[in-house]
């Protein structure tokens, strides 16, 4: 899960245990000791940079980039690793979250999506996203045996985990406003637009103007996502529309 | 193919799958300290919001500071210390801020959406 940023709360606002309080409009907020809320929002960030990193290296091995010094194997290699340890982190990043008792997420939360009560659509958007890494690496180590065309259909899947992922980390929201966090995950998008459009101008798909509208897609899809960053995670108060849950329910289920 | 060919062959791809190796190796590394690193920051940063106090309305943690209930400060213990105003693990805190309606808006969304 890949991604990144972890559905999180607010820092510093709901803990461990939550009670409402105080006359019926009031709270106070009873919260403990998280490194294990630290470690979920960190691997979920180097979870998405992997995730990149392989996303990438996928994308060099259909242009068919390679030279003398730098065969192409090396690449197929490369994104091989990079996608099994992408996994590996998004395994310690999911183990933390349900293990840490900062948000109410139990392990079905992990991987059913939509159904935590903690940030529902954004930690189910991580949810489909670890689903579909999970279905890539087994697909790709049983690859053999399912035979190309199956391997290359579930593949495909692996153009919607990664900007799944990145949904994830920008839209749960705990650490979008963190410039450097931005930063990273604007130049993983970046890359990957480059990667792509690259991909699109060696000539694939074949026909042009299936290349053309994907040229549009890309660029609309740019701009879409820049419209709704600036406009929804990068406002004050987004995790109040993101889907944290009551009080009330924290106080029933966090702890 | 003669033989020198084929023992080249073989070299090159025995380097090759030594580098993948090491490669991954150290971005593996890199990723796992990245990931300590990135934590201890995230600490730094509530550690942060925690010396800066409450009356501050944006936590420089970027994550949405707009609930009621908040308190920047004094709420992640796991922070680092940065002028001693943190409050220890498991203390209450009263809200310095406006409060969260008990009944507020955030309460449609424990249903789903």
């Known amino acids: ?31 403990s000791s998280t490194p294990l809320w630290y470690i979920t929002r960190a691997t979920g960030l180097v979870a998405l940079v992997l995730l990149t990193i392989g996303m990438a290296l ?23 690793n990079m996608s099994l ?15 840490d008792t900062f948000v109410p997420i139990d392990l079905q939360d992990a991987f059913i999506p939509f159904i935590s009560p903690y940030r529902p659509f954004w930690l189910g958007l991580g949810a489909i996203a670890s689903d579909l890494l999970i279905a890539l690496t087994v697909t790709s180590l ?41 930063l990273v995950t604007l130049l993983c998008v970046a890359a990957i637009a480059c990667l792509t459009g690259w991909r699109l101008a060696d000539g694939w798909p074949a026909h042009p103007r299936v290349r ?18 600036i406009s929804g995670p990068l406002q004050p108060g987004w995790s109040q529309h993101s889907g944290l849950p009551a009080l009330t329910h924290v106080t029933r289920t966090g702890s | 193919m003669r033989r020198d060919e084929v023992r080249f062959a073989v070299a090159a791809r025995d380097d090759g799958l030594r580098r993948v190796r090491r490669l991954t190796l150290r971005i593996g590394a890199v990723g796992v300290v990245g990931s300590a690193a990135i934590a ?8 942060s919001a925690a010396a800066s106090g409450p009356a501050r309305g944006a936590n420089p943690a970027g994550s949405g500071t707009q609930q009621g209930s908040t308190q920047p400060g004094g709420t ?3 922070g680092t210390g940065q002028g001693g105003t ?28």
């Open chain 1, 212 to 229: 053309v509208a994907g040229a549009i897609a890309l660029v609309a899809v740019l701009v879409a996502g820049g419209a709704w960053l």
């Open chain 1, 142 to 182: 049983l690859r053999a045996r399912l035979g190309h065309r199956s391997w290359r259909l579930v593949h495909w899947t692996a153009y919607l985990c990664w900007p799944v992922a990145v949904l994830h980390g920008l839209g749960t929201g705990t650490d979008t406003r963190t410039r450097w966090v931005l």
């Open chain 1, 58 to 80: 996928g994308l060099l091995i259909a242009v068919r980039l390679e030279g003398r010094q730098w065969p192409r194997f090396i690449t197929i290699g490369l994104h091989r």
């Open chain 2, 76 to 78: 992640q213990p796991g």
């Open chain 1, 1 to 31: 899960m890949t991604g990144a940023g972890a559905a999180g709360p607010v820092p510093g606002s709901l803990g461990a245990a939550a009670l409402p309080q105080l006359s019926g409009h009031a709270a106070i907020v009873v919260t």
């Open chain 2, 40 to 47: 201890v920051a995230f600490s730094h940063l509530s550690g």
């Open chain 1, 85 to 99: 340890l992408a996994l590996a982190f998004t395994a310690v990043h999911v183990l933390t979250t349900i293990t």
């Open chain 2, 86 to 113: 943190q409050q220890g693990g498991g203390s209450l805190q009263a809200p310095a801020q406006n409060v969260v309606p008990a009944q507020g808006p955030a309460q449609g969304v424990s249903g789903g959406s």
